[in-house]
C-alpha cells in the first residue's frame, strides 16, 4: 500500500544545531507540505511543494527550509534550532488532478523534535 | 488568505451522547472543507470531506457534517459518541481556484467521552 513516512519518529537536539527531518511519500503525489502541531495552535503549514524544485513558504517559514529533488521526497531542515521550534511536526502529500482541487492530504506519523 | 474557527476547545461527553462540534471558515468563494481526526499519539486521519453536491456528507465511524454556505459552516455531528471517540478533531478548508491545495486548519476541538 502506498504511504508516507516520516524519520526519525523523535529527535533531541541541542540548541543552534542543523537538523533535518524526512519525509517519504509513496503516492506519487506532486503536493507535499511541512505542518508544525503546538498546543493552542492546531496546525499550522511551514513549506509546502507543488512539485520537483517547487518550495514555498508557508505561515511559519522563518528558520525552516526545504528542498524538493525528486517527487517521494521532501526533508525539512531547521538551519539552526532554537527551543521554540520543539513542537511536532507533520508531513503531508495530496494529488493534483488538473484544474479540480477536489484532493485530501495524506499525514505522515508526525516527528517530536525538542530542541534543548 | 482563509482562516477557520472552531468555536470549542475542550468537550467532555458521556457515552451515547450526541456531539455537535462548530466549524466557520472565512473565505468568499468556493471551498473544499474537511474534517480530521487525531486519536492519541497518532497522526491525521480523514473523518470526511466536502467537494460539492449534497452539503450533508456522511463520513466514517457515524460521523456526519453539513454544510451551511450562508453561514459559512461545517458542523461535524454524531447521534450518539463512544469512548473510543475520544480524540482531537480538526476542521479545514481549501479555497478553491486560488491557486493552492494547501488546507488551513481551525486549532481542533479535544473531545473527551466519559465511559
Known amino acids: 500500500?502506498?504511504?508516507?513516512?516520516?524519520?526519525?519518529?523523535?529527535?533531541?537536539?541541542e540548541t543552534g544545531r542543523q537538523v533535518t527531518l524526512a519525509c517519504?511519500?509513496?503516492?506519487?503525489h506532486n503536493n507535499m507540505f511541512w505542518y508544525r502541531q503546538d498546543l493552542g495552535h492546531g496546525?499550522?503549514?511551514?513549506?509546502?511543494?507543488?512539485?520537483?524544485q517547487d518550495t514555498n513558504k508557508g505561515e511559519v517559514s522563518d528558520g525552516y527550509s526545504v528542498s524538493r529533488s525528486n517527487t517521494e521526497d521532501l526533508p525539512l531542515t531547521l538551519e539552526s534550532a532554537?527551543?521554540?521550534?520543539?513542537?511536532?511536526?507533520?508531513?503531508?502529500?495530496s494529488e493534483q488532478k488538473g484544474t479540480a482541487r477536489n484532493t485530501e492530504?495524506?499525514?505522515?506519523?508526525?516527528?517530536?523534535?525538542?530542541?534543548? | 488568505?482563509?482562516?477557520?474557527?472552531?468555536?470549542?476547545?475542550?468537550?467532555?461527553?458521556s457515552e451515547a451522547a450526541s456531539l455537535e462540534l462548530g466549524c466557520n471558515y472565512s473565505y468568499g468563494g468556493t471551498v473544499n472543507l474537511f474534517w480530521y481526526v487525531q486519536y492519541p499519539g497518532q497522526h491525521l486521519q480523514l473523518l470526511l470531506k466536502y467537494f460539492s453536491g449534497d452539503p450533508l456528507v456522511k463520513g466514517i465511524k457515524?460521523?456526519?457534517?453539513?454544510?451551511?454556505?450562508?453561514?459559512?459552516?461545517f458542523n461535524l455531528r454524531k447521534p450518539s459518541v463512544q469512548w473510543?471517540?475520544?480524540?482531537?478533531?480538526?476542521?479545514?478548508?481549501?479555497?478553491?481556484?486560488?491557486g493552492s491545495y494547501q488546507l488551513t486548519f481551525g486549532k481542533g476541538t479535544k473531545l473527551s467521552v466519559i465511559p
Not at chain 1, 43 to 52: A, P, Q
Not at chain 1, 105 to 116: D, E, I, P, S
Not at chain 2, 6 to 13: G, T
Open chain 1, 1 to 13: 500500500d502506498a504511504e508516507i513516512t516520516q524519520s526519525p519518529r523523535h529527535k533531541i537536539t
Open chain 2, 84 to 98: 473510543s471517540d475520544t480524540a482531537e478533531y480538526f476542521c479545514a478548508v481549501n479555497a478553491k481556484g486560488a
Open chain 1, 43 to 52: 496546525l499550522r503549514l511551514i513549506h509546502y511543494s507543488y512539485g520537483v
Open chain 1, 105 to 116: 492530504a495524506f499525514f505522515g506519523q508526525g516527528t517530536r523534535l525538542t530542541v534543548v
Open chain 2, 62 to 73: 457515524g460521523f456526519e457534517a453539513e454544510f451551511i454556505k450562508s453561514k459559512f459552516s
Open chain 1, 82 to 93: 532554537a527551543s521554540s521550534q520543539t513542537s511536532v511536526y507533520f508531513c503531508a502529500s
Open chain 2, 1 to 13: 488568505a482563509q482562516s477557520v474557527s472552531q468555536h470549542n476547545h475542550h468537550v467532555i461527553l
Open chain 1, 24 to 28: 517519504h511519500q509513496t503516492w506519487n
